[in-house]
């Protein structure tokens, strides 16, 4: 019971607003993913709180930036093996390298977020959002002419 009233209540709030954080820049990407059939508005938020708590314990825990990277590191990686398994292939084509990029760029906004670095957050989700939504026109452009 007294290490509940040790807590610092401080320092929770904190990791709750970079959680938030994380989780809400990521919303707008799971939204898109989700109209696809794919990881989505569960999925997203999931991986950009995931990596942002991964590394708020690595800072906090960890006593040398050295170490920090190699969570950093670890987390990347395992980005990576994730977004992986979202990429189907079906005889002569590929699906879900869109969806593994995105999974892989919101473990990214997690990270920024864990680090205090809010305007590289706001600008990966941003770009990450528009290259899924405006990009979408010009794919179904360039692919109309494989038809004929």
């Not at 093996?81 to 390298?97: C, H, P, Q, R, Y």
């Not at 590289?120 to 528009?130: C, E, G, P, S």
């Amino acid at each position: 019971m007294t290490e509940l009233l040790e807590i610092n209540w401080t320092s929770v709030l904190s990791n709750l607003i970079h959680l938030v954080i994380a989780y809400a820049l990521v919303l707008p990407v799971g939204w898109n993913r989700e109209r696809d059939g794919t990881a989505g508005l569960r999925t997203f938020p999931m991986v950009a709180v995931a990596t942002c708590g991964y590394m708020l314990i690595g800072i906090e825990v960890l006593s040398t930036t050295e170490a920090e990277a190699r969570a950093m590191v670890g987390v990347i990686t395992g980005m990576g093996f994730i977004g992986g398994g979202a990429i189907l292939k079906k005889s002569d084509s590929v699906s879900g390298t869109a969806t593994a990029a995105s999974l892989w760029t919101c473990g990214a906004i997690g990270l920024a977020v864990a680090w205090n670095r809010f305007e590289i957050a706001v600008l990966l989700a941003a770009l990450n959002f528009l290259t899924l939504r405006l990009m979408q026109p010009a794919k179904e452009i360039a692919h109309d002419g494989e038809d004929e």
